[in-house]
């Protein structure tokens, strides 16, 4: 199917095979290095799920899978594209696992092998030991990082029951637990084609790519996907803890107001996303009011910093500064908070132009296509849909973001400090 995005320029070709794998591809005339994203819906939340019975798995263990991944019987994938001359890499987020290469040649070969691995797991009793004591280190790396620890701490603080409270990689405890055995059974459970989506982005030619990927997965057999239920979470909109002190060996203490929010799923979802970013570019954007209040005041400098997290079954408003003045900066952000909104149209509409052009401009990037596009993908989105969604975002509905976000019961605070 031949989908034409003509408010930004892009016909993009969709494909569901018969094993129900998603194939995107977008053909960008001119450009050198083609850009290929295989992506699983499976990440670090996914601790508890159904096949034939109610299965529990050790925490971390989709960020484990993810770099077994690579290592097979004859040899490192990571050399094979080498060979090809493809740069590879992976990555595990709270919702989604991604394998992804870059390259300027050779790109059938790649695309064959990026399906290939991900889909030909192969694991043994001692390269899964072995790669306990890797991510062993990794995980002690990130412990002693302070913003890690920072942004960690406030999900932490956040969720009451949400595994999304729970560090991606897991603990040292965690993986001990993690047997080969594990790991087939989550590449069963989330690894089926109907699970996954290919984005395929260059100068491509659409039609002999679709070719290629549809010979490589009729050469494969599937059985019919054997997920039959996630873990539902209840989780309240009020935070567990409404502070949190981590101390550590910092010069300045690092400190994080994160606001929880009620999510949303599919277009919605990408909706609220999309006004909730548009809100906070008007409150604390460097041509914003407060903004220039709070760095009169010298509560804020260039160190400062706002973000949106949003996905199916959790979403959450994160401001972020380094300062010795802690607690003035979280009572001045916090009260100017719970202020009445003052927001015009005219500074809606000059936000939405920024945004727009924001977006349009990244698209620019093969890798943001296939990165950001199959992140939507999975979830329903599109995010060819953006620059539509951003226009259609109005005035009252700013104002029901703002009342609905900032609230104090919703609010939590972390910090990290000197002992």
């Known amino acids: ?54 299965i529990e798995v050790p925490d971390g ?39 992804l290469f870059g390259a300027t040649s050779n790109v059938p070969e790649n695309v064959q092998t990026l399906l290939n ?24 790396m990130y412990q002693d990082n302070p913003g890690w620890r920072l942004y960690f701490g406030l999900i932490e603080a956040m969720y009451v029951t949400h595994p999304v409270k729970i560090d991606i990689a897991g603990t040292i405890e965690s993986i001990s637990k993690i047997t080969a055995e594990d790991l087939y059974t989550c590449h069963r459970a989330f690894y089926h084609p109907s699970n996954m989506a290919l984005f395929v982005v260059g100068n491509i030619e659409p039609d002999e790519m679709l070719e290629l990927i549809q010979s490589n997965q009729a050469a494969k057999s599937f059985d019919a996907p054997p997920l039959s239920a996630r873990e539902t979470i209840d989780e309240p909109v009020t935070v567990r803890l409404s502070e949190r002190v981590i101390e550590m060996d910092v010069s300045v203490p690092k400190v994080m107001i994160g606001y929880k929010d009620v999510p949303q799923a599919g277009e919605a979802g990408l909706k609220q996303e999309l006004t909730v970013e548009l809100l906070m570019h008007a409150l604390f954007d460097t041509t914003a009011p407060l903004y220039t ?86 979830n329903d989105g599109n995010l060819f849909d953006i620059p539509n969604l951003i226009d259609a975002i109005t005035l009252d509905e700013l104002y029901e973001s703002y009342e609905s976000l900032f609230r104090r019961e919703q609010r939590t605070v972390c910090v990290v400090k000197k002992p």
Do not use: C
């Open 117 to 140: 691995f991900v889909q030909e797991p192969y694991f043994t009793k001692e390269s899964v030991e072995k790669e306990k004591g890797i991510i062993g280190q990794e995980i002690q």
């Open 1 to 54: 199917m031949k989908l034409d995005f003509p408010n930004v320029g892009e016909t993009l070709h969709h494909y569901v095979l018969d094993n129900g794998l998603s194939v995107y591809l977008l053909k960008k005339t001119g450009y050198e290095k083609t850009f290929a994203t295989f992506t699983t819906k499976y990440g670090s939340i996914d601790r508890r799920f159904k096949l034939e019975d109610w």
């Open 293 to 378: 209040e709070l760095y009169a005041e010298g509560l804020i400098d260039d160190a400062f910093s706002f973000d949106y997290t949003s996905e199916e079954s959790f979403a959450f408003a994160a401001l972020s500064m380094e300062t010795s003045q802690v607690d003035a900066f979280v009572e001045r952000v916090t009260s100017a908070l719970e202020r009445p909104l003052e927001l015009n149209q005219e500074t809606l509409d000059r936000k939405k132009r920024m945004m727009q052009g924001q977006f349009l401009k990244a698209l620019n990037s093969p890798e943001f296509i296939a990165n950001q596009f199959s992140r939507y993908a999975l």
């Open 61 to 99: 263990i989709a960020h484990f899978l993810e770099h077994k991944m690579f290592e097979k019987e004859d040899g490192d994938v990571f050399q094979q594209f080498g060979r090809q001359g493809a740069s590879a890499n992976a990555f595990t987020s709270f919702t989604r696992t991604a394998y």
